[in-house]
Structures are given as C-alpha cells and as structure tokens.
C-alpha cells in the first residue's frame, strides 16, 4: 500500500496536470504548456491501483482545471440572468463538478485499459470525450494554441479534434518516459507533430493563392460599446442606436456592408414583413446595405401567442430586407430558462431570463454581389456544424453578431474567440465577429485574428476580404476523424481484459 508521502505526491501530481491544463487557457502566450501540462495527471494515474484513486485523481484534475478556467461564469449567472450572488456560487459549483465528470471519465477508462502501445490509448480516450461530453462553454485542448497558427491547419480535415490528439499524445508519451523511460512513444508522437506542421507548412500557400484569386469585399464592422445596463434599459435605446449612426457615417460610403452586433434594434418586426418601416429602419441616413441584430415574432398556425425571435437582418437602404436568420441555439438563463416550463416558479429566481424561440434552420444572407453571409449569432460559432452548414449551402463568409458584454472584463470574450477562430480554418473562410462592446474583429482562414478592436471602447473595423469558394474535407465529411477515433476507443474499451490483470501502477 502507498505510504501518506506517495499519496499526497500522486494527488499533486494530478493537480498540477488540472492546473497546467488551465492556463493556456486563462493566457494564450502560455500555449507551450498544453503539449506538457498534462502529462503530470497521466503521472498520477500510473499510480493508481484502484479504480476509486481513479475517481478521486480525475476530480482533483478536473476541478483544479475547471474553477479558474471558467470563473467568469459567476459573475455571468449574476448579471445575465439576475441570479443572487449566493445561487450563483452554487450553481457555478455544480457546474464545475459537472465538467469535472469529464477528467474523471477519462481517468476511470485510462485506467481500465492501461497506457497502451506506443502511450496511444489516452489521446484515443480523450478525443471522444471532447466529441461528446456536453459542456456549456466547450473547450479542446487544441483551442490553446491561438498563437501557435501553423499547428492548427489541420483543422480543415479534422476540427481541432486532430491537432488535441497529438497534443495528448504527446504528453501521454512524455509520462511514458518519466515513468518507464520508454523513447518509443516520444519519438512516435513527435513524428505525428512534424506531420502536422508538415500539413500545414504545405496547406499554407495553397490557400494564400486561393485567396489572391479570389473576389473582393469590403466590410465595415461596427462596436458601439454598449455596456449591459444601458442595453437593456429603454431610456439608453435612442442613445445608443445613436453611437451607431455616429461611427457608420464616415464609414459606409467606403464599404459594401455595414455590420451590427447582435439585438441592436429593439423594434419588433413581423417574420414575413418584405420590408422595414420607418419606425423599425435602424439608420435613416443608410447609404449601403446594413445587417445587423434585432428582434422578430412569427404566429404560428394554431398558436395565440406570437413566437419571438433573436434574429439577424440584411437591408438595402431603402429598409427592404434582403433576408433574415433567426438563431438556433438559444443560450440558458439568458434567452430562454432551462426546466421553466416544468418548474414556472423558478422564474422568480432569475428575472432577467427570456422567453425566446429557436429558429428552425439555417440560411444565408445574400448582397447584389456575389457574397453571402452566414449570419451566426452569438454561441453559434462554437459549436461546429451550423458553421459548416451554412458553407455546404453556400455561404463564402462567415459572420458573428454577438454580445459578450455579459462576460464582462474577463478571459472569457478571447476563449470564446480561440474556439471560434476554427470555424474559419475548418472552412477555409473570412470570419467576421462583431459585438456590442468587443471584441470586434476579422479572422483570416488560417485562423489568425488580423483586426481586433479592444474590449469596451467604440471602433470600427473598415477591412478588404476575399470571397473563397473551396469546399474543404471538413465542410464535406465532418468529425469523420473525431467519431472514427470515438470507434477505436469503444472497441478499446470493451476488448475483455484477463481476469487477473494487475493493478496499473508506477511502474506500469
């Protein structure tokens, strides 16, 4: 049995790995860290001789990771959806434990089946969970690497899930050679990193030649810096609608489309209007074609109360509209309250939650011209496939309107940014993010961010992009990769082991 020194030595080991995992998370110029910061949890489990010191290993590494990383979600539950400070403490625990079940997961079939040849059988592991373990505000380890953007070009054949499974392996390889001094599995791992380098050494050129080639427009984004109390106060709406007017005028005589963040206008359009009256039209003076944040209501047949809508208008000047989207994924405690209508009472507990409805497919918005946008709001340049669907039907540029005002001066806004920068690559498209007080920018499709205006300050962006029209392996395919590493763990997992199998310790 393990003497209390060596326990107490595993348990740090495992939280070292949680922490580690954290902080290229919470700074990006620490990126160096995730191809090493796990490897001390990895440690810890070759120790392990039970599948409890499992359990408990994986929750010290998750909630050392999950606590820090996503801290911000207190003050978000507080001010986004009106939660006591107290409810919100409790229910961002909960949250955490729950992310945590994600390292505990892991630990628990790490354990189960061992490192594995060649230290494989934890990046096999690992992917499935980052593919199908929910999270509100999903991360993969590959999400880190933000400033690391010739690694990342994988991602048009894999999604991030390609470039995390060598980063796992990696480390795995490195506790490999810590505890058993094995070479093989480095020397494995680092020709899978020269591979994806390679990938991208090659991928590179070819893309800045599809880009040369390619149409022009020019874009004109748009940050008013509007804070959370005045864009939610109708005294402030007037007032605020106005900073827009003042930074679009000397902008829009110079660019094809003005962009707007989300919910800008709060006037209230009728799904199926052909155009916007005079009351509704959000900028009199509109020179060029406007898109911007608003909200719509649509009565459905046989249904007395009007559905509402968050939703994203294309106008000419004139106010007709050109095409509108209506978001699909409607965010908790914000736009709709999780088990409400269950449990109606507990709208008392958050009274700044919405009452809307998610909109029932994608679609693109299209200028004149040959652009058309894929109008995602908000949360859904997280997630991958709404992105994606858009580019299958067409669209050539990506475009978010969001808010992230909520996070307030927080990591929270660049990590949302670090996830949705793979939209771009993943794609191979220019990726516009406009928000209402930052941060505001342009992503090129190797997924660097080229404009960024700062958190909370009025700006404009005024930038020349390029329409692509490639299809790339991952807009066709998906998480082909993700799910064909999911079946390789499953039959991993279920292979019989020998009854007497020893327990997996230090010496593996």
């Not at 060649?118 to 999400?143: C, D, K, Q, V, Y």
């Not at 208008?313 to 994924?329: C, E, H, S, T, V």
Request: a negative charge; charged letters at 15%; hydrophobic letters at 50%.
């Amino acid at each position: 049995m393990p003497s209390a020194r060596d326990r107490a030595v595993t348990y740090l080991l495992a939280a070292a790995g949680g922490l580690l995992a954290a902080l290229p998370w919470l700074n990006f110029s620490l990126y160096p860290l995730a191809w090493i910061g796990f490897a001390p949890l990895l440690v810890a489990l070759r120790r392990a001789t039970t599948r409890r010191d499992a359990i408990a290993l994986g929750l010290v590494a998750g909630m050392v990771c999950n606590v820090p990383a996503f801290i911000w979600l207190m003050h978000t539950m507080n001010v986004f959806g009106g939660f006591p400070t107290v409810v919100s403490g409790f229910f961002y625990l909960c949250l955490s434990l729950y992310s945590a079940c994600q390292f505990v997961l892991f630990s628990v079939a790490l354990f189960r089946v061992g490192p594995g040849p060649l230290a494989l059988s934890a990046p096999l592991l690992w992917i499935p969970l980052e593919l199908l373990f929910w999270n509100l505000f999903p991360w993969r380890m590959a999400n880190s690497q933000l400033e690391l953007p010739l690694v990342m070009q994988v991602g048009d054949l894999t999604g991030p899930y390609g470039l995390s499974f060598v980063i796992v392996w990696t480390n795995a390889a490195l506790a490999a050679l810590w505890s058993e001094k094995r070479w093989a599995p480095l020397v494995a791992s680092s020709a899978a990193v020269l591979t994806v380098v390679g990938y991208g050494l090659v991928r590179w050129p070819q893309i800045e030649a599809e880009v040369a080639a390619s149409p022009a427009l020019r874009v004109g984004l748009v940050q008013g810096n509007v804070g959370i109390r005045e864009k939610g106060n109708a005294a402030y709406f007037e007032i605020n609608i106005g900073k827009y007017h003042a930074l679009s005028r000397p902008l829009q005589n110079r660019v094809d489309v003005l962009v707007w963040p989300e919910t800008v206008s709060h006037e209230w359009v009728e799904g199926s209007a052909p155009r916007l009256n005079a009351q509704q039209h959000p900028f009199a003076d509109l020179e060029t074609h406007l898109l911007f944040g608003g909200l719509a209501y649509q009565y459905a047949d046989g249904e007395e109360e009007a559905r509402r809508y968050n939703s994203a208008f294309l106008i000419d000047p004139a106010g007709a509209i050109l095409g509108r989207y209506n978001k699909q994924i409607l965010l908790p405690f914000g736009e709709f309250l999780p088990f409400s209508s269950w449990l109606p009472w507990i709208k008392d507990l958050s009274p700044n939650s919405g009452d809307f409805s998610a909109g029932d497919g994608a679609n693109t918005l299209d200028l004149p011209s040959a652009a058309r946008l894929a109008p995602l709001v908000c949360y859904e340049d997280v997630p991958s496939g709404i992105a994606r669907e858009m580019t299958a039907i067409g669209a050539n540029v990506l475009l978010t309107i969001f808010n992230d005002a909520w996070f307030g001066d927080s990591m929270a806004p660049y990590q949302h940014e670090a996830i949705a920068v793979w939209r771009a690559i993943e794609n191979r498209r220019f990726f516009l993010r406009v928000g209402n007080a930052g941060d505001t920018g342009v992503v090129d499709p190797f997924g660097r961010v080229v404009e960024r205006l700062p958190l909370f300050v009025e700006g404009t962006v005024e930038r020349e992009i390029r329409l692509l029209e490639t299809r790339t392996f991952y807009t066709k395919y998906g998480d082909v990769f993700a799910w064909a590493v999911t079946g390789l763990a499953a039959a991993l997992l279920i292979w019989p082991r020998p009854v007497n199998r020893e327990p997996w310790t230090e010496n593996g």
